[in-house]
């Protein structure tokens, strides 16, 4: 029972179609019907009517057996008329083909009523029908009519006008249903745009009645999220900036101190740096990395890239780069992600860090390495999460935004991240990229 429900077609198209095509077919189908019954039937009748009058004018006068007609299928012939018609005995009906004609029961019975007797029907196919008849005066004979004026080629204006109508039908089905289905297939790539932070242009009203209203509540929410986002960014835009300013000078004067207060002054600056640093990462946050091109980039040059910017840090940086190839990313987002792994693995590691790059055939990926404390598996699901810090082993420094910035670049770039503990000690990072 489940192949056949996988068998079944999901998509609202296809049912659509499926659903008219199965309308048009029983249409068809009961339409053919009705003309058999109505039209091809009688028609039949008729015919066999009229050949039952034809064979009945053979035998109203009786067969005249004498010496000009030595057999009874010699006295027929003679009082045939000269429309074709000729009569067999069994020998010579076998010869002329009569193995080959098809026995149709509703016409011998119906002969058979008209005959007064017991009569047998058959029909063969060639360039014409021929009708076969055994009559019950003459059971030892076969009469052979033609049907010169009623061929196979006779049918075919119905059964071209059935495929006709047939084939116009199930394609205005299918015009009708990929109509009705454009609108949806419109809303379903604008809601993954939405899903990925892009705001498209507000849809067309078009479609059916509920399509409309779906469409026209789809592009107020897109206009509701995109101002929300907006005001978001300006408001955390503005309170970054506001919180800069008595920042610096707050630096300036912890400058003038006096030598006397040096450690107070070191206390001041490292305290000042760390809060900048979680005002960058709120704005980091906040734009989401909506940078709109994409281009063709090799990992392994971003990677090092990073290691050659992170090359005065104290500690020791192992890279293991694979070839790769080049795929279309956002060059500054997948810059951030290194650089915020890197910066996280010297942070809570003990001063050693590798960098390597991975390609399995379908995507591409780095990782990052250290050799710290780890995290706690259960702990691990939720460090995506925006203001969390669970790695409560490693020490909790920062705004807790850094992971759930790198969680929204790779989600942007439909990429996976994995978190793993070491064997040895120490977290592994791992970041795949599709391909495309």
Not at 67 to 87: F, Q, S, W, Y
Not at 135 to 162: C, M
Not at 192 to 213: A, F, N
Request: glycine residues 8%; hydrophobic residues 40%; aromatic residues 8%.
């Amino acid at each position: 029972m489940k192949w056949l429900t996988r068998l079944l077609p999901r998509s609202a198209f296809s049912q659509t179609v499926v659903l008219i095509g199965s309308l048009l077919l029983i249409n068809q189908l009961v339409s053919y019907l009705s003309v058999a019954a109505y039209f091809i039937q009688p028609t039949y009748q008729q015919i066999n009517q009229l050949i039952a009058r034809q064979v009945k004018l053979l035998f109203v006068d009786g067969v005249d057996v004498g010496r000009e007609h030595l057999t009874m299928v010699d006295a027929l012939n003679a009082k045939v008329p000269d429309d074709g018609m000729h009569i067999y005995n069994q020998k010579q009906a076998r010869e002329a083909g009569i193995e080959q004609a098809t026995y149709y029961a509703l016409l011998s019975s119906q002969m058979s009523e008209h005959l007064g007797g017991k009569a047998e029907v058959r029909i063969a196919q060639g360039e014409f029908f021929e009708i076969w008849i055994r009559p019950p005066q003459a059971p030892s004979v076969w009469i052979k009519i033609p049907l010169t004026g009623f061929n196979d080629y006779d049918l075919s204006p119905l059964t071209l006008y059935l495929m006709v109508i047939g084939a116009l039908s199930v394609a205005g089905g299918w015009w009708f249903a990929r109509q009705q289905n454009r609108p949806l297939r419109r809303l379903q790539k604008a809601a993954i745009s939405v899903s990925m932070g892009e705001y498209p242009q507000p849809l067309p009203l078009s479609g059916s009645t509920e399509i409309v209203e779906v469409t026209n509540a789809f592009n107020q929410m897109s206009h509701s999220m995109k101002q929300l986002e907006e005001d978001r960014a300006l408001l955390m835009a503005g309170i970054s900036h506001d919180l800069r300013t008595p920042l610096t000078r707050i630096r300036l004067a912890s400058e003038m101190m006096v030598a006397d207060d040096q450690y107070l002054k070191d206390g001041i600056v490292h305290d000042i740096e760390d809060m900048d640093a979680i005002i960058s990462q709120f704005i980091s946050y906040i734009r989401q990395d909506q940078e709109s091109v994409r281009e063709q980039e090799q990992i392994n040059h971003l990677i090092q890239d990073i290691v050659q910017a992170e090359s005065n840090r104290a500690g020791e940086i192992e890279v293991v780069l694979n070839e790769c190839p080049e795929i279309p990313i956002q060059s500054i987002a997948i810059k951030r992600i290194l650089s915020n792994l890197v910066e996280n693995a010297f942070r809570y590691g003990n001063g050693w860090v590798r960098l390597s790059s991975h390609f399995d055939g379908r995507r591409v990926g780095f990782s990052v390495e250290d050799d710290g404390p780890g995290i706690p598996e259960s702990e691990i699901p939720k460090l995506f999460q925006p203001f969390t810090q669970g790695d409560t082993a490693r020490g909790s420094v920062g705004s807790g935004l850094g992971l759930a910035i790198i969680k929204r670049i790779v989600d942007r770039h439909q990429g996976e991240i994995v978190l793993t503990n070491r064997v040895v000690g120490g977290l592994h990072a791992q970041v795949w990229l599709p391909l495309e």
